[in-house]
């Protein structure tokens, strides 16, 4: 059974980079049949997608947000990351981590973290 | 960018059926993912490529998508299906992932 667990501070400044991590266990990440995601949710509001990355490196971001995301992936810890710079307080969500399949349904998803940003 | 129209709520009586639309132009032609997420927790996939249910999912469940509109129906209504429902799909052309707004489903 894939588990997907999110881990990373809990409030950031404003201005400031938010950071979180996604560990993987149950299954690999470099297994090649599936892009590892991260979508977020707003209190109160619906999903919002952030973006993916393949194990081989190649990444896919919301065009929205492309300017400020960054996901990288390390195959030898089964981790992919997400890094969301200039945060203001609209950036302020659950963020999940999930495996997408090639038709990008997710089919596993972390239980997600709550990220405040406030001075 | 692609954009997927869902009614903010939908309610219907335990026992009944349950329609859940998710509009987008030409969605007919694209693969459509369902999900349920309840309060507190993280969305379920409910239904995948259209129609099809992952391992543990009630055939309740069932989904449709032709011309400019994809359904989820649910059948059978209980009290646990209450819940928010997204629909999702996959846009090569443009945002490769993209969700609708979401439909709370109230059973009454």
């Known amino acids: 059974q894939v588990q997907l667990q999110e881990s990373g501070p809990g409030l950031v400044k404003p201005s400031q980079t938010l950071s979180l991590t996604c560990t993987v266990s149950?299954?690999?990440?470099?297994?090649?049949?599936?892009?590892w995601s991260w979508i977020r949710q707003p209190p109160g509001k619906g999903l919002e997608w952030i973006g993916y990355?393949?194990?081989?490196?190649?990444?896919y971001y919301n065009p929205s947000l492309k300017s400020r995301v960054t996901i990288s992936v390390d195959t030898s810890k089964n981790q992919f990351s997400l890094k969301l710079s200039s945060v203001t307080a609209a950036d302020t969500a659950v963020y999940y981590c999930?495996?997408?399949?090639?038709?990008?349904?997710?089919?596993?998803w972390g239980q997600g973290t709550l990220v405040t940003v406030s001075s | 960018s692609y954009v997927l129209t869902q009614p903010p709520s939908v309610s219907v009586a335990p026992g009944q059926t349950a329609r859940i639309t998710c509009g987008g132009n030409?969605?007919?032609?694209?693969?459509v993912h369902w999900y349920q997420q309840k309060p507190g927790q993280a969305p379920v996939l409910v239904v995948y490529?259209?129609?099809d249910r992952p391992s543990g999912i009630p055939e309740r469940f069932s989904g449709s998508n032709s011309g400019n509109t994809a359904t989820l129906t649910i059948s059978r209504v209980e009290a646990g299906d209450e819940a928010d429902y997204y629909c999702?799909?996959?846009?090569?052309?443009?945002?490769?992932?993209?969700f609708g707004g979401g439909t709370k489903l109230t059973v009454l």
């Open positions: 999930a495996r997408a399949a090639l038709t990008a349904d997710l089919d596993y």
């Open positions: 149950g299954g690999s990440i470099s297994s090649g049949d599936y892009y």
């Open positions: 990355i393949y194990y081989s490196g190649s990444t």
């Open positions: 030409n969605i007919g032609s694209k693969s």
């Open positions: 490529d259209d129609s």
């Open positions: 999702q799909v996959w846009d090569s052309s443009s945002d490769p992932v993209v």
